[in-house]
């Protein structure tokens, strides 16, 4: 990004200065009207006023703040990047929006949440289930240690004790991440109770259930051709703007815009490395390559070469856990063998094959512990504690209970009384540094049952001294492993790449004056034009450029036709050059430059669909399979309840003629416009199902259920969606 920074600010010098004499005499002009209390603070410090409630700018980087952390503890596997920010931006302020209209709704019907319903979902027996999946570092915090179950104790006492002391926190900023699900569950604790009631409202009357069961407990047969929109030629269909202008008219619910929004035409310069980019890349690796087959000292070679930390001494990885395609490749070399340059996830690497280990994947070992010192506090001579943990090791010897000895262990746990300890193999480095490394070898090189007196001394780094008696207890799936050393270097664009990629964009924006030239340029320089469409207020990022606010908030501020000349950087992937191609109004029917193409099509069949039905108005199966080329077919076993029929597909209006009661047998149909074609269906058999009416009760009763709960399902997807269409609904765009 500093790169691509570079290269605009070389660009802006001369600007700088316009823009400078410029904002003066803004500041200069507005103070006269009073708005420079609104630049320097004043009323405007927020991002949607919504049936005259405000909702601060404050409060909402606050709450993307949480909903970036619940994301990072409940989603840890998904990366936090500028997309799924962009994304978490606009679900906040769509459920601030929410949230707000909510609260208006509970505060006139009387809803609310008592402080004990709050507590328990945080606190007792009914946690809500964010609660007791809190994980932090990989730990479930609330959990038992011992019986790994939810621990509602364990909730309030480990939050007391991070308020009383916040330094000894072992979760790092375990309250931040804490108070952000809290703040979270007990927030919409109404919000779940107010979608609750609304969904419980619906029903489905017994008569339309009755009605869905006896079209669902009949079977229809049909024969029909469907001619397809190819059989009239597209030249005989003339489409003009009033046909255009006349369909939309005629489908008003599915053209008008209910919230104002902005389309776009753009071109994207991509930044993508050039050939000389990659060829420098692997001159550095195949040079490294060379050394790297000889160092000695791998870690510091690593260290010093490679663009990512490639290797721990400490570390064998099973070949499952590598992270690499050529995972095959590299286990199956001797040790010592380099590999490389090879591509992978937008960098080149080169491998050494370290060392080779045959490695359990999981140990459980047992300890018992004989402290000298604890790194502050004396505790024993050395001499007095290695007398004690032999005088255990040959109590043990002679049958005493381990559970009774370990009692003597200076980290003796009674909720864990044998002392056993699960580790896993990618846990190794961490037990390594912080326990001792060669206790840490010696449950992964040792066997199941194997016992060994350690003395572990950490006095160089002011840590403990102490004896340790270890007995490997069990080990798990041991597998091949090994030691990867990694060279990597990113394949990035170079500056002189990027400052060509600029210039090209720069070219292009300066042709493009306004709307025609830079439909000009684009076929002058043969340039993709791509479409960004309907692009609301709220929106955060845009198909095919990903997070890109600034983009957006121009096009609220552009006239139609208007072109950004100077282009915009796109995260440091691309530049743009954007056209305004459209402005759409609430409660308008637009059609908008990129919609015309799929209308034309629409009006064009349903003109063919016309024609066609028509001219087969009275026709037998027979006449306009003949006359289309086309076979008559049998479709046998169609039910009504079925989406998708194995021969029809999805025809729901086909689906619909058949399964009338107004329907007469062998009838020919009038043409059925659909996708693809026009079908004239004939009804074969329509063949009532019997069953016993104790059954069809039970089954009334089951479908009722069914239906209700699809409807509920509905209403819920649908409440957040129906409420907040406001009309008196203002954004301020900057803020957010």
Same mark, same amino acid.
């Given at each position: 990004?500093?790169?691509?920074?570079? +290269?605009?600010?070389?660009?802006?010098?001369?600007?700088?200065g316009?823009?400078?004499?410029?904002?003066?005499?803004?500041?200069?002009s507005? @103070?006269?009207?009073g708005?420079?209390?609104?630049?320097?603070?004043?009323?405007?410090?927020?991002?949607?006023?919504?049936? #005259?409630?405000?909702?601060d =700018?404050?409060?909402?980087?606050q709450?993307?703040?949480e909903?970036?952390?619940?994301?990072e503890?409940?989603?840890?596997n998904?990366p936090?990047?500028?997309?799924?920010?962009?994304?978490?931006r606009?679900?906040?302020?769509?459920?601030?929006?929410?949230?707000t209209?909510?609260?208006?709704?509970?505060?006139?019907?009387?809803?609310?949440?008592?402080?004990?319903?709050e507590?328990?979902?945080?606190?007792?027996?009914?946690?809500?289930?964010m609660?007791?999946?809190?994980?932090?570092?990989?730990?479930?915090v609330?959990?038992?240690?011992?019986?790994?179950?939810?621990?509602?104790?364990?909730?309030k006492?480990?939050?007391?004790?991070?308020?009383?002391?916040?330094?000894?926190?072992?979760?790092?900023?375990?309250?931040?991440? &804490?108070?952000?699900?809290?703040?979270?569950?007990?927030?919409?604790?109404?919000?779940?109770?107010?979608n609750?009631l609304? =969904? !419980?409202?619906?029903?489905?009357?017994?008569?339309?259930?009755?009605?869905?069961? *006896?079209?669902?407990n009949?079977?229809?047969? !049909?024969?029909?051709?469907?001619?397809?929109?190819?059989? +009239?030629?597209? !030249?005989?269909?003339?489409?003009?703007?009033?046909?255009?202008k006349?369909?939309?008219?005629?489908?008003?619910?599915?053209?008008?815009a209910?919230?104002?929004?902005?389309?776009? *035409?753009?071109?994207s310069?991509?930044?993508?490395?050039?050939v000389?980019?990659?060829?420098?890349?692997?001159?550095?690796?195949?040079?490294?390559?060379?050394?790297?087959?000889?160092?000695?000292?791998?870690?510091?070679?690593?260290?010093?070469k490679?663009?990512?930390?490639? +290797?721990?001494?400490?570390?064998?990885?099973?070949?499952? /856990?590598f992270p690499s395609?050529?995972?095959?490749t590299?286990?199956?070399?001797?040790?010592?063998s380099?590999?490389?340059?090879?591509q992978?996830?937008?960098?080149?690497?080169?491998?050494?094959?370290?060392?080779k280990?045959?490695?359990?994947d999981?140990?459980?070992?047992?300890e018992?512990?004989?402290?000298?010192?604890?790194?502050k506090?004396?505790? /024993?001579?050395?001499?007095?504690?290695?007398?004690? /943990?032999?005088?255990?090791?040959?109590?043990?010897?002679s049958?005493?209970p381990?559970?009774?000895?370990?009692?003597?262990s200076?980290?003796?746990d009674?909720?864990?009384?044998?002392g056993?300890?699960?580790?896993?193999?990618?846990?190794?480095?961490?037990?390594?540094?912080?326990?001792?490394?060669?206790?840490?070898?010696?449950?992964?090189?040792g066997?199941?049952?194997e016992?060994?007196?350690?003395k572990?001394d950490?006095?160089?780094?002011?840590?403990?001294?102490?004896?340790?008696?270890?007995?490997?207890?069990?080990?798990?799936?041991?597998?091949?492993? =090994?030691?990867?050393?990694?060279?990597?270097?990113?394949?990035l664009?170079?500056?002189?790449?990027?400052?060509?990629?600029?210039?090209?964009?720069?070219?292009?924006g300066?042709? @493009?004056?306004?709307?025609?030239?830079?439909?000009?340029?684009?076929?002058?320089?043969?340039?993709?034009?791509?479409n960004?469409?309907?692009?609301?207020e709220?929106?955060?990022?845009?198909?095919?450029l990903?997070?890109?606010?600034e983009?957006?908030? &121009?096009?609220?501020e552009?006239?139609?036709?208007?072109?950004?000349?100077?282009?915009?950087?796109?995260?440091?992937?691309?530049?743009?050059?954007?056209?305004?191609? @459209? +402005?759409?109004?609430?409660?308008?029917?637009?059609v908008?430059?990129s919609?015309?193409?799929?209308l034309?099509?629409?009006?064009?069949?349903?003109?063919?669909a016309?024609?066609?039905? @028509?001219?087969?108005?009275?026709?037998?199966?027979?006449?306009?399979a003949?006359?289309? #080329?086309?076979?008559?077919?049998?479709?046998?076993?169609?039910?009504?309840?079925e989406?998708?029929?194995?021969?029809?597909?999805?025809?729901?209006?086909?689906?619909?003629?058949?399964?009338?009661?107004?329907?007469?047998?062998? !009838?020919v149909?009038?043409?059925?416009?659909?996708?693809?074609g026009?079908?004239?269906?004939s009804?074969?058999?329509?063949?009532?199902?019997? =069953?016993?009416?104790?059954?069809?009760?039970?089954?009334? /009763?089951?479908?009722?259920?069914?239906?209700?709960?699809?409807l509920?399902n509905?209403?819920?997807?649908?409440?957040?969606?129906?409420?907040?269409?406001?009309?008196?609904?203002?954004?301020?765009?900057?803020?957010?």
């Open positions: 990004m500093a790169v691509i920074q570079k +290269i605009r600010n070389q660009y802006g010098k001369i600007a700088g316009i823009i400078a004499v410029s904002l003066v005499a803004f500041i200069v507005d @103070a006269r009207n708005a420079i209390k609104s630049v320097f603070g004043g009323d405007d410090n927020y991002v949607v006023s919504i049936n #005259g409630k405000k909702i =700018a404050k409060t909402y980087q709450r993307v703040h909903y970036e952390t619940l994301m503890i409940y989603q840890p998904q936090l990047n500028e997309a799924s920010k962009a994304q978490i606009e679900q906040v302020l769509q459920q601030m929006e929410y949230e209209v909510v609260n208006d709704i509970c505060d006139k019907m009387g809803i609310v949440i008592p402080a004990s319903e507590n328990d979902m945080i606190y007792g027996d009914n946690a809500h289930p609660v007791r999946q809190f994980t932090y570092s990989g730990q479930q609330f959990n038992d240690p011992n019986t790994k179950q939810f621990d509602k104790n364990r909730v006492g480990i939050e007391d004790q991070m308020k009383k002391d916040p330094k000894s926190d072992p979760y790092g900023k375990y309250m931040d991440s &804490w108070n952000s699900v809290k703040a979270f569950v007990t927030r919409n604790l109404k919000m779940d109770k107010f609750t609304m =969904a !419980a409202s619906a029903i489905v009357p017994n008569y339309v259930v009755k009605r869905n069961m *006896e079209l669902g009949s079977l229809v047969s !049909a024969r029909y051709v469907k001619v397809p929109y190819t059989a +009239i030629p597209d !030249a005989e269909v003339k489409i003009s703007e009033d046909d255009l006349a369909y939309v008219d005629k489908h008003k619910k599915m053209f008008l209910d919230q104002a929004a902005r389309s776009i *035409e753009y071109v310069f991509d930044i993508v490395p050039s000389q980019d990659t060829q420098a890349c692997l001159t550095f690796l195949n040079g490294a390559k060379e050394e790297f087959a000889t160092a000695k000292d791998l870690k510091n070679f690593v260290s010093a490679s663009e990512e930390n490639g +290797i721990n001494p400490d570390v064998y990885i099973a070949k499952k /856990m395609r050529y995972a095959d590299l286990y199956s070399l001797p040790v010592g380099v590999y490389g340059p090879y992978e996830n937008g960098a080149y690497y080169v491998a050494k094959v370290a060392d280990k045959t490695l359990p999981s140990v459980k070992f047992r018992i512990i004989v402290v000298v010192n604890t790194g506090d004396q505790v /024993m001579t050395d001499e007095a504690a290695n007398k004690k /943990m032999d005088s255990i090791i040959t109590a043990m010897s049958g005493v381990y559970d009774s000895l370990n009692k003597l200076s980290n003796y009674p909720n864990n009384p044998k056993e300890v699960n580790i896993t193999l990618a846990q190794k480095p961490q037990i390594s540094e912080g326990l001792s490394k060669d206790i840490a070898d010696f449950v992964f090189d066997k199941a049952g016992k060994k007196k350690i572990c950490k006095s160089k780094d002011n840590g403990p001294t102490f004896y340790s008696y270890v007995e490997i207890m069990e080990q798990k799936d041991v597998q091949p492993c =090994a030691q990867i050393a990694l060279i990597s270097k990113k394949l664009s170079s500056d002189s790449t990027n400052k060509a990629i600029y210039s090209k964009a720069i070219e292009f300066n042709k @493009a004056t306004n709307g025609k030239a830079f439909d000009e340029a684009c076929k002058a320089m043969n340039l993709q034009k791509r960004g469409d309907f692009l609301k709220t929106s955060q990022s845009i198909e095919g990903g997070a890109a606010r983009v957006v908030r &121009w096009a609220y552009a006239k139609l036709d208007e072109v950004k000349q100077q282009p915009f950087t796109i995260g440091d992937q691309r530049f743009v050059v954007a056209k305004l191609s @459209a +402005i759409v109004e609430k409660n308008t029917t637009p908008t430059p919609m015309k193409p799929q034309e099509q629409i009006v064009r069949e349903e003109k063919k016309e024609k066609l039905k @028509a001219k087969y108005g009275k026709a037998a199966l027979e006449q306009i003949q006359e289309n #080329g086309q076979a008559v077919e049998q479709a046998d076993s169609i039910r009504y309840t989406d998708r029929h194995p021969k029809l597909g999805f025809e729901p209006k086909v689906m619909g003629y058949l399964f009338n009661s107004a329907t007469q047998p062998n !009838a149909s009038t043409g059925i416009q659909s996708q693809g026009v079908y004239f269906v009804l074969a058999n329509k063949t009532p199902i019997t =069953a016993d009416p104790v059954a069809m009760q039970n089954e009334m /009763m089951q479908k009722r259920q069914q239906e209700e709960g699809q509920r509905f209403m819920t997807q649908m409440l957040q969606q129906t409420l907040t269409k406001s009309d008196n609904k203002k954004y301020l765009m900057k803020n957010f």
